[in-house]
């Protein structure tokens, strides 16, 4: 997942940002927008789809014009969009939540893209089970999905953090420290985790395919402006599954997409391949719709608001997890006078219902 799932601290981004979704330039009838993105294996359709043409393509059907910008730091693309530097960003559900909700910017999810399915996971060099780690200090990005996976890894082992001491331990740093005598437990993610569990001795006791669906990956764009310019909506998911369409091709044109995005992404065909196999694509509107109107959400949304406000994540006076409502197709959570992300499946539905 190279440095896609850093969200260490970003949150003091939001209480600065809090105005930002009063801005006007938000809200309007428009022509030009901009899409920022980072590197990560289920995020590269977009770069991809860019230097093909697919986003012109479905852009020029609309009578608009769509950019998608890389930027290289995840949290600083969460930080800009939040700002209202960009029209929509790719981002996890937790991040989503704390950054740009919680930082007073309405928020929609048109898109689910995927989910981490064995992309994260806890590894341990003392132990073979994930029980084995209770009174061990575990290497990990804090407040991270990393974090979280930890967090209800514990529940199914009827343990909690109390029982463990974390160390804060970057992304760019956790492969060095797992190859420490002293490290004996380090949860990480993609391409790391790769590393890190091949290590001698090192046993993966515990990853994200045991909370399927909690770890999602979407894309998001301000709520007020998808308002005013649903052409937005209906060009940016025609591009995805157009482009994932490509990236599930296992003919030779399919093969030459993946391996133009693993090149985008700084891997190989092989290495972005391996990633591909620990994360659930939504290949299909209609599947990624079923899950975004179906009973679960709400559900794995409890479970991250829960983390988030236990973790001081959803702001610094917050007092409650209800602070920020989140709105889902079956059940809406928390304020019902604040909700600042959604789930709208809108867009989706028009795909696999073939009306784009």
């Known amino acids: 997942m190279f440095n896609a799932r850093n969200l260490f ?51 020029d059907k609309y009578g608009i014009s769509i950019k998608v910008t890389q930027i290289n730091d995840y949290v600083e693309s969460i930080n800009q969009y939040t700002a209202g530097k960009f029209d929509g960003v790719t981002v996890t559900n937790m991040d989503a939540l704390t950054i740009p909700a919680a930082g007073g910017v309405d928020t929609s999810a048109i898109i689910m893209g995927d989910y981490s399915n064995g992309n994260d996971g806890v590894v341990l060099k003392k132990g073979k089970t994930l029980a084995d780690i209770k009174g061990q200090k575990v290497n990990l990005v804090e407040l991270s999905v990393s974090h979280y996976l930890l ?6 082992a009827k343990l909690s953090e109390k029982n463990i001491k974390t160390v ?6 956790i492969v060095a420290a797992a190859k420490s005598p002293d490290t004996t437990a380090v949860v990480t993610w993609n391409p790391q985790l790769l590393e890190v569990k091949a290590e001698p001795g090192a046993t993966l006791v515990f990853d994200s395919s045991k909370i399927p669906g909690e770890i999602e990956d979407l894309l998001v764009v301000n709520s007020a402006t998808l308002k005013d310019n649903p052409e937005l909506g209906k060009a940016l998911v025609g591009i995805w599954y157009e482009t994932i369409a490509l990236m599930k091709d296992q003919s030779e044109k399919g093969k030459a997409a993946r391996e133009a995005m693993a090149k985008l992404s700084g891997t190989d065909l092989a290495g972005f391949e391996t990633q591909l196999k620990t994360t659930f694509m939504y290949y299909e509107p209609k599947d990624a719709l079923a899950f975004m109107t179906g009973a679960e959400l709400p559900k794995i949304m409890d479970h991250v608001r829960t983390f988030c406000f236990d973790h001081n994540l959803l702001g610094e006076n917050v007092k409650s997890k209800d602070a920020v409502g989140i709105s ?27 009306k784009l």
């Open 9 to 59: 601290v970003a949150l003091l981004a939001a209480s600065t940002l809090a105005t930002a979704s009063l801005s006007p330039a938000l809200a309007e009838k428009k022509k030009e927008f901009n899409i920022a993105w980072t590197i990560y294996v289920g995020w590269m359709p977009w770069p991809y789809a860019a230097e093909s043409g697919i986003v012109k393509k479905w852009a």
């Open 151 to 156: 967090a209800r890894g514990l529940e199914t």
């Open 168 to 173: 804060n331990t970057s992304d760019a740093d």
């Open 328 to 354: 889902t197709p079956t059940k809406a959570l928390g304020s019902t006078t604040n909700v600042k992300l959604r789930f709208d499946p809108t867009y989706m539905k028009m795909a696999a219902d073939g």
